[in-house]
């Protein structure tokens, strides 16, 4: 949000829920659980709106993001029976509205595949900087890291990428 | 899991992600733009990591479903946004919406029709009849206009006479003694006048 005001969490919704879907998807690869962490998303930013002091939104967003996706990981993690996904080519099969099957050209799989071989760490800081197009310092303030270490996980998560894709440069 | 082959022989290697999105710090471009016109290998790196770059951002921008939004159409912001009265949250809100969603671009294209069309209406003169009538209704007011001021002339001359030369008016605290006195003659003459009833001790009759 550009201005100082407030925005309510219906303003949230619209203006940044096609974002933070993206970013969950990217993610998790997987169309269900990105739904998943919307809605937990936009329940924890329904709550914390109250206390929300105007500042820095995108910040505070995407760090509480951010923290409802590590909280996803983790309890999956706690019930391996239902593991992350290792690739979309199934996710697709079972989605079939517009998008994703435009999505599922092949080099959208190629990169969502690799995107999801990638460590954490460096996913989340590619995805919210190719994807969701945030600065290096939006994406430190959104981890709580400085703007060095995003930029570092940037380089190497890209470095990754290229040597997990197969198509040639 | 993929390993990264980490060049030790460059330092400037990292900086060259951040040079690609434009996130360099004051003094560093000077440096990257050196290096890559002297390290053939960091000038490759810039090409891969280019290309990587450029691949993921073409992902497609996936359509969030319509039941995780409250409200998912701007309705009738599509018209404040034509005519350029929403703010930056809600403005931002029906860009975004209208880059994705074939039905409001249909009903802004629309709207946007309707108020070109009304807007592109001429301003009609009125009939000659109409303007012979109005002039003389205007003719008509303006006599009635002359008349009503030279009654309020009057009304206010005789009310400044009447202030002058008028009988005087005692002001002041509301006098209650005469109404007092007025009522005790009244009660003298008729006992029953008081509404409440004497005292009478008990087993006496009144």
Request: charged share 25%; glycine share 6%; with cysteine.
């Amino acid at each position: 949000m550009a201005d100082d005001r407030t925005p309510t969490w219906e303003d949230v919704a619209r203006v940044y829920g096609r974002k933070i879907y993206n970013f969950a998807y990217r993610l998790t690869g997987n169309p269900d659980d990105a739904a998943d962490l919307v809605q937990e998303v936009l329940l924890r930013v329904r709550k914390g709106l109250s206390s929300y002091t105007p500042g820095s939104f995108d910040g505070w967003l995407w760090r509480i993001t951010r923290n409802a996706f590590l909280d996803g990981v983790r309890k999956q993690k706690r019930r391996p029976t239902s593991p992350l996904p290792e690739d979309d080519r199934n996710v697709l099969a079972t989605s079939p509205s517009p998008d994703e099957v435009l999505a599922s050209v092949r080099l959208s799989e190629d990169i969502q595949s690799a995107l999801l071989k990638l460590p954490l760490d460096f996913r989340e800081c590619v995805v919210l900087c190719d994807v969701v197009g945030l600065t290096y310092e939006e994406i430190a303030e959104a981890i709580e890291s400085p703007v060095g270490t995003v930029r570092s996980r940037i380089h190497r998560g890209r470095k990754m990428l290229r040597e997990l894709l197969t198509w040639p440069v | 899991m993929a390993r990264v082959k980490q060049s030790r022989s460059c330092e400037t290697a990292e900086l060259v992600s951040a040079y690609l999105d434009g996130q360099l710090l004051p003094g560093e471009l000077d440096t990257v733009v050196t290096h890559l016109g002297e390290c053939a290998d960091c000038i490759a790196e810039f090409h891969q990591l280019k290309e990587v770059r450029a691949a993921l951002r073409t992902l497609p921008f996936l359509e969030i479903p319509e039941h995780l939004l409250p409200d998912t159409h701007p309705g009738e912001l599509l018209s404040a946004y034509l005519d350029g009265q929403l703010d930056t949250s809600e403005h931002d809100f029906v860009i975004s919406h209208l880059d994705f969603c074939t039905d409001c671009r249909l009903e802004l294209h629309e709207l946007d029709s309707a108020r070109t069309a009304i807007r592109s209406l001429p301003g009609l003169e009125p009939p000659e009849f109409l303007t012979v009538h109005r002039e003389r209704i205007e003719r008509e007011r303006w006599s009635r206009r002359r008349v009503v001021a030279a009654g309020v002339g009057i009304a206010a001359a005789a009310a400044f006479v009447f202030a002058i030369f008028g009988p005087t008016t005692e002001t002041g605290d509301l006098d209650l003694i005469p109404l007092f006195d007025q009522h005790q003659a009244r009660v003298s003459v008729d006992s029953g006048f008081n509404v409440i009833p004497a005292f009478a001790p008990a087993g006496e009759s009144p």
